[in-house]
């Protein structure tokens, strides 16, 4: 994979802030996956392209959706941005060829999560939350827990974000909740 290719495209598709987050979430994903033993290309990979279509509007991201074949719900059709990862999937494959299954899922999924979710995935959504240049009340916590058992630290972003979904009067989309059912029933003690 040619790394410029990615950059650039960024960089002209995206906010300076994006940008800069998206090298966040890559710093954040390559160090969590020394720690796990994930491959870090893969890291790299998915983390630079997770926010690839969070330049798209609404209708934009639900036509694209709807042009691939998915079933929009009706909590994305109330918030379409949600739609940026399924988008965000499709730009990887169609833009950059990426064919890993892993790797498309692991964008896809970065913003709600899901039950089940592998190791790639998890380094994901968990690097889209801690990354550098994130800063809110608790994501100091979330950072180590990231690197000392990334369940907990997946459990601790399911309840921040639908602590905050909540508070904002939104609504929780469902793989989110079956993410935190899953990961609650399947816990280690």
């Known amino acids: 994979m040619d790394f410029r290719l990615v950059l650039d495209y960024l960089k002209v598709h995206l906010t300076k802030n994006r940008y800069e987050h998206s090298l966040g979430v890559k710093e954040a994903a390559v160090a969590l996956a020394k720690v796990y033993g994930v491959s870090e290309e893969k890291c790299s990979i998915a983390a630079l392209l997770h926010d690839c279509a969070k330049w798209m509007n609404e209708e934009e991201l639900i036509a694209l959706a709807k042009e691939h074949g998915y079933s929009i719900d009706l909590v994305m059709y109330n918030n379409a941005q949600l739609l940026h990862g399924i988008c965000g999937s499709i730009v990887s494959k169609e833009t950059f060829k990426i064919e890993d299954r892993e790797i498309l899922s692991s964008i896809e999924f970065h913003t709600t999560g899901k039950a089940e979710m592998s190791l790639l995935e ?19 916590h979330i950072r180590e827990a990231a690197f ?10 399911f309840d921040s974000t639908i602590s905050f979904v909540l508070q904002r009067g939104q609504l929780l989309h469902k793989d989110t909740v079956e993410g935190r059912n899953y ?7």
């Open 122 to 140: 998890k380094i994901i959504y968990l690097a889209d939350y801690i990354e550098p240049g994130r800063s809110f009340p608790g994501v100091e």
């Open 148 to 157: 000392r058992d990334l369940d907990e630290a997946l459990l601790l972003c």
């Open 183 to 189: 990961l609650l029933m399947n816990r280690r003690v």
